[in-house]
């Protein structure tokens, strides 16, 4: 089976290699913002493109001086947001045309299959590009000694660091298929106070991070809107400011990595609410805390680590008594769940999160739920029973 992965490493161009780089931004840009035009009448295939891609560099010879493949991803991409737009519109979203790209929002190039190299020179790694030289590259974890590399995305940061997305496909031999035990899974509830509330009763703190950097956010942000518009000290500003969302950014994804790894190591399944809509968003504070913690980018990192990731409908999920069933109505600041059938008194997300794990338990097929923990507690079960459902 080939398997594959993306490592993402940092750049380190010198002055001229980063001129190059950006030289090649602009490039693609160029050719970008042809093929916008392009297809202005209609859906333009990658064939197209393509076609005209060579058309153009007949009038236009100093195109020959890039990667040619790199040239032709553009190609693949506008194709790729066409059928993406089109398929927008169908489901009634009023998504428009293509848009030409403005200068600063371009930051991205891609070479594919041909093009590049990794080498190693003593303890250096330095990543080669045709057209471009020998950068040096930070490899800060290694890559498989059984893979080969695919692609290469060369990344502009908005606080102008570069970054080099490496895409490889891994070979592996099919001999360890992961064992599914029902008796390791878990429930787990998100939410704005703590940010992570499972059914084992663990409880993870939000660690709200844009609120922590709110402060020198406002004061950063005070600053642009203070400098005269065009002028060098605005942009030296705004580069500031990038820097801090890119840091609030850094941690929030570093905070949801370490949670997730944590879970889908420790559990066979897990178990997790369907996430609505944001119509919720109408109180101000209320949205800021949910744009930040962001739930839906730590349930995508939850589904490629764990073994099994099961979404459950959230209704009910927190209104209801996970012991007895009874329905508790409560509002937003009650956080004790108080169940006057059965005396039941639990946190209310801890409620929420048995709620959702026994429903996801049934929400299993058949055939699955009759070995699950409740009959078999050691949760010895049939590999041939777990394969079904088996998410890689
Ligand atoms: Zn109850």
Known sequence: MVKTRNYKFRLYPNDSQQYKLQNNL??????YNKFVDFSKNGFVSRNDCNYYLTELKQSESWLYKYHSKMLQSISAQIDGSQKALIGLNKKGYHA???RFCRYENYRTFTYNQTGFKLETHGDKTLLHLSKIGLIEIRQHRSIPENSNIKQIIVTKSKSRKWFACVTVDIEELLTNIPKILFSKSVGIDVGIKSFAYDSNGCQTPNPKNL??????????QRKVSRRKKGSNNRLKSILKMQRIHERIANRRKDFQHKLSIQYAKNN???????LEKLNMVKNHRLAQS???ASWGTFVQKLEYKCKMLVEVPARNTTINCSRCG??????????????NVCNL???RDHNASINILNKGLNKLPQELREVTLVENPKGSMKQEEATGLVRW
């Open 290 to 292: 949910i744009m930040d």
């Open 326 to 339: 009874n329905a508790v109505p409560k509002s937003l600041a009650i956080r004790i769940h108080r169940c």
């Open 268 to 274: 066979d399944v897990i178990f997790v609410e369907k």
């Open 96 to 98: 428009g045309k293509l």
């Open 345 to 347: 008194v639990i946190n």
């Open 211 to 220: 609120q922590k950097m709110l402060k020198p956010l406002r004061r950063i």
């Open 26 to 31: 602009a490039v693609c840009r160029w050719v």
